[in-house]
């Protein structure tokens, strides 16, 4: 895999620059976190027979909070300044990893790890309606393609790191290095200057109004139709894969924890190649065709799998389904933020997000529920059967991408908002405050040196 100056390029911006690390050492602390966090709530429970309903909870809590987000409060994306909420989350997921080594139950600790995914909920949602605003519009495919790769790495790195980590040092290290990864987020986000990140700030007409227009912003939208239909389809159907993998591997395979293991590399390995080579893809071929060539190749791989003869085959064809994964999500950010306008698509991302995972959620539950009646190879065999249906309604849609209509909300230049207008929420005096007390910190410290 060939690096080009093309897809290097956004790191040239230091907003982007800024951003992409911030991203890069988050992502890295959270999913760190997240083994550890299961391996605590177990160790905690393991005399109770709900130990199982316990770590169940820990991963649940994981992405609850961004369904709640998008159906609830996804107006405060695009009312509140964007840099100031993902400060804010930083600091929010802060103290919770400071505070959860000094948890005494596994009440308090899935608690604990419900707030940090609540914050969760907000920041990345907040950086995919950013980057529009920090990067020119040729080269937004790169700058997604950039900041998906360190992310679907992260799910590659993070989890070793934190199992063998737990393993030595027990979670509290790891919480404590996650909490660190937050904090090297703030000091990287404050060197990014507030108004890059949003171009306007929508104005409230009412919570509830302001909701129902990013739904209706959302379904208006040729682009966010698209994902809505072809990534929900393919979000249902991976959601039956994902449940059922673990079945495939130890069960169909005979291959053990082991076997599960590699497969789960092998969509991760794929998801890295298809992310960071879909900014090239998608400049020369469009998005339509790229968005169906992704989700059919995710069916091939499911189909392919379905058919292996052993786990080593079905390993190398679990790469093709990542390739294919990798790629459809990165249409999916780019259909998504050129999809509506900036003063709607924080609310509207949120939406489309919390809906796809409703649907993967719904894939898990049908997946669970037939796995012992038909067996993992024939769900992954359907499952590929469905995202050709994916492949087909997300290309065909994605075709119409561009007739969106300007959104009719009131708006606020982000500049304007910040150096004149009110505050849009009681705390924001508050937290900018805390911005410039430590951004004037940081250059005291450099004036000295």
């Known amino acids: 895999m060939r690096l080009s100056s093309a897809q290097l390029a956004p790191l040239r911006l230091p907003g982007f620059r800024n951003l992409f690390f911030a991203t890069f050492g988050s ?8 083994v550890a966090l299961a391996i605590d709530v177990k160790d905690r429970t393991a005399s109770s027979t709900y130990s199982g309903l316990w770590v169940a909870a820990v991963l649940v809590v994981e992405f609850l909070p961004t369904i709640a987000v998008g159906l609830l409060l996804g107006p405060l994306l695009d009312r509140l300044e964007r840099r100031s909420l993902m400060i804010g989350a930083d600091v929010l997921r802060v103290a919770v990893f400071v505070a959860l080594p000094f948890a005494t139950n596994a009440v308090t600790v899935v608690a604990l790890a419900l707030v940090a995914g609540l914050a969760t909920g907000f920041f990345r949602p907040a950086v995919y309606a950013g ?17 998906q790769t360190v992310e679907n790495a992260s799910w590659a790195i993070g989890p070793l790191v934190g199992g063998i980590l737990t393993a030595g040092a027990g979670p509290s ?23 890059q990140l949003q171009s306007e700030r929508a104005l409230s007409r009412g919570h509830w109004t302001d909701l129902r227009e990013g739904f209706a912003a959302a379904l208006s939208s040729p682009s966010m139709r698209a994902v809505l239909v072809g990534w929900g389809i393919a979000s249902f159907a991976a ?18 924890d082991f076997g599960y293991g590699l497969l789960l590399g092998a969509i991760g390995g794929g998801l890295v190649v298809g992310s960071f080579a879909s900014g090239e893809v998608l400049s020369r071929h469009g998005v339509a065709r790229v968005y169906g060539f992704g989700l059919a190749l995710m069916a091939v791989g ?11 085959v079905a390993a190398a064809c679990c790469i093709v389904v990542g390739i294919g994964n990798g790629t459809a999500i990165a249409c999916n950010a780019l259909l998504v933020q050129r999809g509506t306008f900036d003063v709607m698509r924080g609310r509207a991302l949120t939406f489309v997000m919390s809906a796809t995972f409703v649907l993967a959620g719904v894939g898990n539950g049908v997946g669970g529920l037939f796995v012992h009646r038909v067996g993992a190879r024939w769900i992954w065999g359907a499952a590929g059967g469905v995202l050709l249906v994916a492949a087909l309604s997300g290309s065909a849609l994605a075709r119409r991408h561009g007739e969106e209509t300007a959104a009719e909300a009131e708006v606020v230049p982000a500049e304007e908002a910040l150096d004149g207008e009110p505050r849009l929420w009681p705390g924001e005096d508050e937290l900018r405050r805390l911005e410039n007390a430590i951004s004037g910190g940081f250059r005291a410290e450099g004036t000295e040196s």
């Open 27 to 34: 992502s890295v602390g959270t999913l760190l976190a997240a």
């Open 239 to 256: 959601g039956a894969g994902t449940v059922t993998e673990i079945f495939l591997a130890k069960n169909t395979f005979d291959a053990g």
């Open 131 to 147: 980057i529009p605003n920090l990067v020119p519009d040729e080269q937004l495919p790169n700058a997604n393609a950039l900041l």
């Open 173 to 195: 290290a790891a919480y404590g290095i996650n909490a660190a990864s937050f904090v090297v987020s703030i000091m990287l986000l404050l060197r990014i200057p507030p108004g």
């Open 302 to 312: 499911y189909f392919a799998t379905a058919a292996s003869p052993d786990v080593w």
